[in-house]
């Protein structure tokens, strides 16, 4: 398979400050893929050296395997489509998508016909006279993203693109965009600082901090198995128990201000290490501290309800735990006798299953 885009070794340098520290990666023609991150993590920074926009201070970078360094962003294969959409306002979205072409010497039968293909393919034909100030912000940013297609790039950079849309429209934007990347067949290179946008819309992901990559992979392997408590923190929400491994064997025991716990999943830790067991909300159960409870495989703590928070598809639950850590427990709403099952103050057992529990160690 062709690589699109491979980076090896890259760093960059804005005086002392540095911004990707020698970061590599590699991604096949066709892909959506992410770049995701905290503001300053360098997500942009990388988008801006691939799209020629920026210089790498060492190290290499290919697009469609042939190596540019120190060729401009206009003699690139890829186009970037940007949070501001950069729509000229005093054109037509007919001339605004035909420009490219038109600077390129394209003939112009040629770019009626490729303009007309863009515009039908983003959904805009029936507004091709229009000027950009009587669009909405759904319908420019399809403009700026047909204007980018029509030149036919090997690889689209989108930078934070649906950044300025509201929430409902942005979550079918996202699902837009995948379907179109899905169409066209090339690849796309998205960054955004939004986890469950990387989440729904990414065939892979790489989750940056500090300017170093944390971890790349598909959406549910980064959430189920963060490599790091840096990603199990980013991505969604999670739970951490702080303790030191005293038996690493089939199961993990952990010790936490006096309490013992285990049904870990098995590690490599030796006895002594300080660790960090990591769970995500919607993956513990809670029963009656004074019940009958199932203890298969699982991990058991007691704890008191402090908090009670119903949320309409489910009730939010925090627990003290005797370790002194607080969980956050989500609790489905199916029906209404599931509804806000405990109240503050009461006695809990919270149980999770050793299989998606994770121990980090950083």
Same mark, same amino acid.
């Given at each position: 398979?062709? /690589?699109?885009?491979?980076?090896? $070794?890259?760093?960059?340098?804005?005086?002392?400050?540095?911004?990707?520290?020698?970061?590599?990666? @590699?991604?096949?023609?066709?892909?959506?893929?992410?770049?995701?991150?905290?503001?300053?993590?360098?997500?942009? /920074?990388?988008?801006?050296?691939?799209?020629?926009?920026?210089?790498?201070?060492?190290?290499?970078? *290919?697009?469609?395997?042939?190596?540019?360094?120190?060729? %401009? &962003?206009?003699? +690139?294969?890829?186009?970037?489509?940007?949070?501001?959409?950069?729509?000229?306002?005093?054109? /037509?979205?007919?001339?605004?998508?035909?420009?490219?072409?038109?600077? #390129?010497?394209?003939?112009?039968?040629?770019?009626?016909?490729?303009?007309?293909?863009?515009? =039908?393919?983003?959904?805009?034909?029936?507004?091709?006279? =229009?000027?950009?100030?009587?669009? #909405?912000?759904?319908?420019?940013?399809?403009?700026?993203?047909?204007?980018?297609? !029509?030149?036919?790039?090997?690889?689209?950079?989108?930078?934070?693109?649906?950044?300025?849309?509201?929430?409902?429209?942005?979550? &079918?934007?996202?699902?837009?965009?995948?379907?179109?990347?899905?169409?066209?067949?090339?690849?796309f290179i998205y960054v955004t600082h939004d986890q469950e946008e990387a989440l729904t819309m990414s065939d892979?992901?790489?989750?940056?901090?500090?300017?170093?990559?944390?971890?790349?992979?598909?959406?549910?392997?980064? *959430?189920?198995?963060?490599? $790091?408590?840096?990603?199990?923190?980013?991505?969604? @929400?999670?739970?951490?128990? $702080?303790?030191?491994?005293?038996?690493?064997?089939? *199961?993990?025991?952990?010790?936490?201000?006096?309490?013992?716990?285990?049904?870990?999943?098995?590690?490599?830790? #030796? $006895?002594?290490?300080?660790?960090?067991?990591?769970? +995500?909300?919607?993956?513990?159960?809670?029963? %009656?501290?004074?019940?009958?409870?199932?203890?298969?495989?699982?991990?058991?703590?007691?704890?008191?309800?402090?908090? !009670?928070? *119903?949320?309409?598809?489910? /009730?939010?639950?925090?627990? &003290?735990?005797?370790?002194?850590?607080?969980?956050?427990?989500?609790?489905?709403?199916?029906?209404?006798?599931?509804?806000?099952?405990?109240?503050?103050?009461? #006695?809990?057992?919270?149980?999770?299953?050793?299989?998606?529990?994770?121990?980090?160690?950083?």
């Amino acid at each position: 398979m062709t /690589t699109s885009v491979k980076i090896e $070794n890259v760093t960059k340098q804005f005086g002392d400050i540095i911004a990707v520290d020698s970061i590599s990666m @590699e991604i096949p023609d066709g892909e959506f893929f992410s770049l995701l991150g905290p503001s300053g993590c360098g997500k942009t /920074t990388t988008l801006r050296m691939i799209a020629g926009f920026e210089q790498p201070t060492y190290g290499e970078l *290919y697009i469609m395997d042939k190596p540019v360094a120190g060729v %401009p &962003a206009f003699r +690139r294969p890829v186009n970037t489509v940007f949070q501001n959409y950069a729509l000229f306002p005093h054109m /037509t979205v007919e001339q605004n998508v035909a420009f490219g072409l038109q600077m #390129s010497k394209v003939p112009k039968a040629d770019i009626a016909t490729r303009v007309a293909a863009a515009l =039908r393919r983003v959904q805009m034909e029936g507004f091709a006279e =229009r000027k950009p100030e009587q669009l #909405s912000g759904g319908q420019k940013q399809r403009i700026a993203l047909a204007r980018a297609l !029509v030149n036919r790039p090997k690889v689209l950079l989108l930078d934070e693109p649906l950044g300025a849309l509201d929430l409902k429209l942005r979550k &079918a934007m996202q699902l837009e965009l995948k379907q179109i990347q899905s169409d066209v067949g090339i690849t796309f290179i998205y960054v955004t600082h939004d986890q469950e946008e990387a989440l729904t819309m990414s065939d892979r992901i790489a989750v940056m901090n500090n300017g170093h990559i944390a971890q790349v992979g598909k959406a549910q392997e980064i *959430y189920e198995h963060p490599a $790091n408590r840096f990603v199990a923190d980013f991505i969604g @929400e999670t739970n951490f128990i $702080n303790g030191t491994v005293i038996e690493s064997a089939e *199961y993990t025991t952990l010790e936490s201000n006096g309490v013992l716990f285990g049904g870990v999943a098995r590690t490599q830790l #030796s $006895n002594g290490t300080s660790a960090t067991v990591a769970i +995500r909300p919607e993956k513990i159960w809670l029963y %009656p501290a004074d019940g009958d409870v199932p203890l298969n495989q699982r991990v058991a703590l007691d704890g008191t309800i402090t908090e !009670v928070i *119903y949320i309409g598809t489910d /009730t939010r639950y925090q627990v &003290a735990l005797k370790t002194g850590d607080t969980l956050i427990v989500r609790v489905q709403n199916l029906g209404s006798e599931d509804v806000m099952a405990f109240k503050t103050g009461d #006695s809990v057992n919270v149980q999770f299953s050793a299989d998606n529990a994770q121990v980090l160690t950083e």
